[in-house]
């Protein structure tokens, strides 16, 4: 990477103006900064998880931001109950107490069963009995909760093997019986996860033809034609100059970000962005300092904050800043403040990356992401990445922008040059589904926007059924994720267990994945999804919620009706054409999976719903 050039530092509150070359990140350097910030669901603490930034001397002044910026404020969480909030720490602390408790004294009774956590001639155990002690008293507890084996393709139903434990879910056994469920718990978007069908022949097709892989890395003999003309497929859809494809998801982001920052350089992430995000800044060796979670006040303050002050002890300038969010938001549902990052892009002069994985396919009226959700042209954001294995019923994962960028990445980034290239049914199933997206396959020309309304109508006609039942969720209007809290951990395997007794298949996530307080089922809405999946669930899902005291806005919900109407409920706060958040609601009639039911929620202006839709 080329450094930038340098000039004397500056300490005040001004901001510095370097020129940028638009697209050219191996090239130039950008001089900026933030400091260590991040907050939770009760509080702002000061976290680095990257290379130890020094603080500034204690001589250095640095004029702080003004209080009140212009921005809007972040998107507030709705009120947490004191007792709810009360009875979730005691929960945690009564299973901390009770671990260490069996720990101790069976150490002393049961000494066979912790062999695996204690000195074995002379070699140190690989995890000490407190790192494990999570793993192996909490999440043991729920094991039959996750890593649940499927035996059909994870479409909107999904069969499952049936399994049995008969030692508190230290072993289980196969019964040899399937299970038929309603799928709730995968990525499948847009519904392309599917073993018959047009992607499915083209499938079959291109392997008759190019074989399963090419065994090895692209730079040496793994850069096939197929591979050539699905990059420059990728590109035309992003709307950018050129794309490269990685051939594993994770590796995109862990693998590609040490290419582009390194050493004097510096990473400002969200505190709430994936794991592969994390990896990749550290690894990469610059400073990373994170601003709270969609609070572009926060970051502001520290981009203004970390620019005067320059890199920590020399002062010097940063040879660039990287901003790093995500377009949508896997564990929250909801999505980034693009209009204000590109903003302070133009305003600040830093790089922009945006991790599309969740977004790409699933948000906007054509499929393209982020930005076709908030009209904005993709040329604006210097890095975008994003993954094929949610909307595209794939693997792997691409990044996409200006030739310049990713001619940099072919020769340096490490998922390039020393991991293998995307094998051919891979490859085959991303551009089948990317191009009937775009409306380029000719027998199947209106299905890829079927599919995107599809999941359009459902996302936003669930997470209202479920607002309206009285549960509290996160998320935006229109997301496909859709999280509900549990906060208190025995209702986590409660609910996963009622749902599997019902035949719904979820997804339960707690600490350390989320907040020790916000333990949450994540539901996936799928353009799979017919009208008559989605009441289903909402119908065991208000039953489950009553049977385990979830539903903690009663107040909007008929407490009359015995049996739910779910229609009914949603339908309650249309009032003079507005809904329950003052929006204009607009009317449309469609059979997308809807039976021809006249359906209304608020659609965006961008927002294109075909009727007639079989």
Known sequence: MGKGQRSQPMYSNEIIEAPQEAGKLASSGVFQTVPASSSSLLGHNDIEYGSVAVSAPAETKVQTAPKELPHEKPHEVQDIPFFTLMTTYMSFLLLVVLAHFEDFFGKIFMPKQYVQVRVQNGYAPMVSDFESMWSRHVYARMRDCFNRPIGSVAGGHVDLIDRVTHDYNKSFQFT?????????????????????????????????????????????????????????????????????????????????????????????????????????????????????????????KQLRRSISQGQPRTHRPWKKIMVVVEGLYSMEGEFCNLHKLIEMRNKYKFYLFVDEAHSIGALGKRGRGICDHFNVDPREIDILMGTFTKSFGAAGGYIAGSKALIDHLRVNSYAAVYSEAMSVPVLAQVSSSMRMIMGEDREHALEGQQRLDQLALNSKYFAKGLR?????????????????????????????????????????????????????????????????????????ISDIGDLLMLKFHKDVINQDTKKLNIYETLNKSRINGLDDTGSEVDSFEGNVGFDNIKFSYPIRPDTTILKGIS
């Open 176 to 300: 040899g019986k399937l299970q038929n469920v309603l799928n709730l718990a995968s990525y499948n978007y847009l519904g392309f996860a599917q073993s018959e069908g047009p992607c499915a022949d083209k499938v079959e097709e291109a392997m008759r033809e190019h074989g399963i892989a090419q065994a090895s890395s692209r730079i040496e003999t793994g850069c096939s034609k197929l591979l050539v003309e699905t990059e420059e497929m990728v590109a035309r859809f992003m709307g950018t100059e050129a794309a490269i494809i990685v051939s594993m998801g994770y590796a995109t982001n862990s693998l590609t970000m040490p290419s582009l920052v390194s050493k004097g350089c510096l990473i400002i992430s969200d505190e709430l962005n994936h794991s592969s995000l994390i990896a990749g800044s550290r690894l990469s060796g610059a400073v990373i300092r994170v601003f709270r979670h969609n609070d572009t006040r926060d970051l502001e």
């Open 468 to 540: 309206k039942l009285g549960f509290m969720i996160l998320g935006d209007p229109g997301s496909p994720i859709v999280p509900l809290l549990l906060f208190n951990p025995a209702k986590m395997p409660a609910f996963s267990r009622e749902c599997l007794k019902r035949n719904i298949a979820v997804v339960v996530v707690s600490y350390p994945a989320t907040p020790i307080i916000a333990g949450r089922v994540r539901f996936c809405i799928s353009a799979s999804h017919t009208r008559e999946d989605l009441d289903y669930a909402l119908e065991q």
